[in-house]
């Protein structure tokens, strides 16, 4: 068998492959809502009924989900999202994408006919952390949920924020399982804040339950902003989220995973992750060495890859 062929069989294999995973997780997420899920529904509408339309840190939140070229797949996302009384509005943040794919992502939306979710045009390509400080931007409340375009959010992440007694505009709210993948219940129901983070670095922790890489979360919106904007020049790759998290804990923040909380999250071959993995490995690898030094982020670090050690 020619190497030619060989490789042709084995593209269309991991093709389907991929095919396959990614049906398996939306039927997980349609099944696990609508059978596995019957007590969470019945304490949030016992919840509702004794504290009222809403109880929770004095809002309702936003939701923001920044795409690219990803229109046509979005319903993944809004999936849970669209009913839940937590939430307030819905922010479509498209990173410029190709004039077919947004127009087919207009369609979709209209056809939903839904005053609470709008959409968000870059004027240009803005790429990772520059779209989610844009997108965050946009959005009238003053805590807000991102989201990825190829995840999907579970009631019991949506009912936990729902039933927060109150918020601390320091603390980002993490689900603790991004499911299958990312298990984070180990650290769950803990304030984690630098030095934290610094001995979970030191011990190896931080390599094997990848917490740090998490951006499907609540934040405030105020002070997510500043810190979005003290990051002068964000990385391009793919770890976005771990460069975001380090300079929010550096500037005094904490990171809190809620007990019995999920979300499914997608690796699409297509995905930043997939497409530029050397260089978001390196990145990881690099801001995880300064953080087992203690080194903090400030405008002096040396973002091109290699040099800020």
């Known amino acids: 068998m020619s190497v030619v062929l060989r490789t042709r069989i084995?593209?269309?294999c991991v093709g389907a492959w991929r095919r396959i995973a990614r049906f398996a997780g939306d039927l997980?997420?349609?099944g696990y809502d609508r059978f596995f899920a019957s007590r969470e529904r019945t304490r949030r509408e016992a919840f509702r009924t004794k504290c009222g339309p809403f109880a929770g840190g004095g809002s309702r939140i936003?939701?923001?989900i920044t795409h690219f070229n990803?229109?046509?797949?979005l319903h993944r996302s809004l999936h849970n999202i669209l009913s839940h009384p937590v939430i307030s509005e819905i922010v479509i943040f498209d990173d410029f994408s190709d004039d077919s794919n947004y127009a087919k992502l207009v369609s979709?939306?209209?056809s939903l006919k839904r005053s609470d979710i709008r959409i968000v045009k870059a004027k240009s390509n803005l790429k990772a952390l520059r779209a989610k400080r844009a997108a965050v931007e946009a959005c009238s409340s003053p805590w807000v949920l991102l989201l990825d375009s190829d995840n999907t959010v579970f009631r019991n992440f949506l009912d936990a924020i729902f039933q927060m007694p109150s918020r601390d505009d320091s603390t980002i709210y993490c689900a603790a399982f991004a499911f299958p993948y990312f298990d984070f219940r180990t650290v769950a129901g803990r304030d984690i804040d630098f030095d934290g983070i610094r001995k979970y670095a030191a011990a190896g922790t931080l390599n094997r339950v990848y917490f740090f890489n998490d951006g499907n979360y609540l934040?405030?919106?105020?002070?997510y902003l500043e810190v979005s904007h003290s990051v002068?020049?964000?990385c391009d790759d793919a770890a976005d989220t771990m460069l975001f998290n380090y300079f929010w804990v550096s500037r005094g923040g904490k990171m809190k995973f809620l007990p019995g909380t999920s979300y499914l999250h997608r690796i699409e071959a297509t995905g930043r992750w997939m497409t530029n993995s050397i260089c978001s490995k390196m990145r990881v690898t690099e801001i995880?060495?300064?953080l087992k030094k203690g080194k903090r982020a400030d405008p002096e670090y040396a973002w091109a890859l290699g040099s800020g050690k």
């Open 10 to 12: 084995k593209n269309v």
């Open 232 to 234: 002068g020049h964000p």
């Open 28 to 30: 997980f997420v349609v």
């Open 62 to 64: 936003s939701v923001v």
């Open 219 to 223: 934040v405030p919106k105020s002070r």
């Open 288 to 290: 995880v060495g300064r």
């Open 70 to 73: 990803r229109g046509e797949s």
């Open 108 to 110: 979709f939306l209209s």
